[in-house]
T-cell receptor, first 112, second 115 residues
């Protein structure tokens, strides 16, 4: 069975401080990993995906298959980064058709 | 482009009543998903459609939940009869092809409270 674990429900940092949101997963196949974000009163939206190896809004995430982790990082947090963040995975192959398994989410608060 | 539309935004019903949610995906998106998000948890997939066919409904409580996607566009999710534990936000999402790397676009959700 596939599972995504985000060990921190709440994370608070000050503006300009580094931030790391942890994500660990268990999956027997070949997963694709994503980070989704939900800002206050907005809909859930994709932040970044592992396969793109991109940096979005200063955030990066590296897939570590040995540690089965996909932590989200940003060197200098901004107040507008305050939101709920979800780590999610799907099967890279087979017939999963993009079904997402989500973690429980981490609420990030960036203080001025 | 217009986003995924859901209605109603909020619904309060008594247990054992029935309720229906409607979703209009982004135009041209072949894949449509319904997720259930209970307070404090991440979204959980209930059912996935590819055009008007069901791809995955393994986590749908079929004794009380049903969903359809007529003509491969709009979709309706129904609960009958509702239980207290069905209180949650019901999210609809759509994507172009449903492949592993395809971005899912989410609606605003319908918040259901069962009393």
């Amino acid at each position: 069975a596939q599972r995504v674990t985000q060990p921190e429900k709440l994370l608070s940092v000050f503006k300009g401080a580094p931030v790391e949101l942890k994500c660990n997963y268990s999956y027997s196949g070949s997963p694709e990993l994503f980070w989704y974000v939900q800002y206050s009163r907005q809909r859930l939206q994709l932040l970044l995906r592992h396969i793109s190896r991109e940096s979005i809004k200063g955030f990066t995430a590296d897939l570590n298959k040995g540690e089965t982790s996909f932590h989200l990082k940003k060197p200098f947090a901004q107040e507008e980064d305050s939101a709920m963040y979800y780590c999610a995975l799907t099967n890279a192959g087979g017939t999963s058709y993009g079904k997402l398994t989500f973690g429980q989410g981490t609420i990030l608060t960036v203080h001025p | 482009e217009a986003g995924v539309a859901q209605s109603p935004r909020y619904k309060i019903i008594e247990k054992r009543q029935s309720v229906a949610f409607w979703c209009n995906p982004i135009s041209g998106h072949a894949t449509l998903y319904w997720y259930q998000q209970i307070l404090g948890q991440g979204p959980k997939l209930l059912i996935q459609f590819q055009n008007n066919g069901v791809v995955d409904d393994s986590q749908l409580p079929k004794d009380r939940f049903s969903a359809e996607r007529l003509k491969g566009v709009d979709s309706t999710l129904k609960i009958q009869p509702a239980k207290l534990e069905d209180s949650a936000v019901y999210l609809c999402a759509s994507s172009w092809t449903g492949g592993a790397n395809t971005e899912a676009f989410f609606g605003q959700g319908t918040r259901l409270t069962v009393v």
